[in-house]
């Protein structure tokens, strides 16, 4: 079974940077769709951006020009770059793969401090 596990979130200033990582357990290319979702306290999963094994990548309108998502094929790792962070962006951050059936992981915490 393939297994997402995410890691590099924590506790930052507003205006700061974090990066998130989501590792796959199997290559990453048998994943037609590579994402980053969020859920805050009290207020539904919502798709942050996403990024298709040909590359093209989609954005929250919140989220365009501060985020930016990649994946490295070889290291069969995608990631969240977080530039400009604001409070709002507090949030559990979901790592999702799609391959025919959705895999998700276990969620990393990124708490913005004002």
């Known amino acids: 079974q393939v297994q997402l596990v995410e890691s590099g979130g924590g506790l930052v200033q507003a205006g700061g940077s974090l990066r998130l990582s989501c590792a796959a357990s199997?290559?990453?290319?048998?994943?037609?769709?590579m994402a980053w979702y969020r859920q805050a306290p009290g207020k539904q999963r919502e798709l942050v951006a996403g990024?298709?094994?040909?590359?093209?990548?989609n954005y929250a309108d919140s989220v365009k020009g501060r985020f930016t998502i990649s994946r490295d094929n070889a290291k069969n790792t995608v990631y969240l770059q977080m530039n400009s962070l604001k409070p709002e962006d507090t949030a559990v951050y979901f790592c999702?793969?799609?391959?025919?059936?959705?895999?998700w992981g276990q969620g990393t915490q990124v708490t913005v401090s004002s």
């Open positions: 990024v298709t094994i040909g590359g093209s990548t």
């Open positions: 199997r290559s990453i290319f048998s994943f037609n769709r």
């Open positions: 999702y793969g799609f391959r025919g059936d959705s895999v």
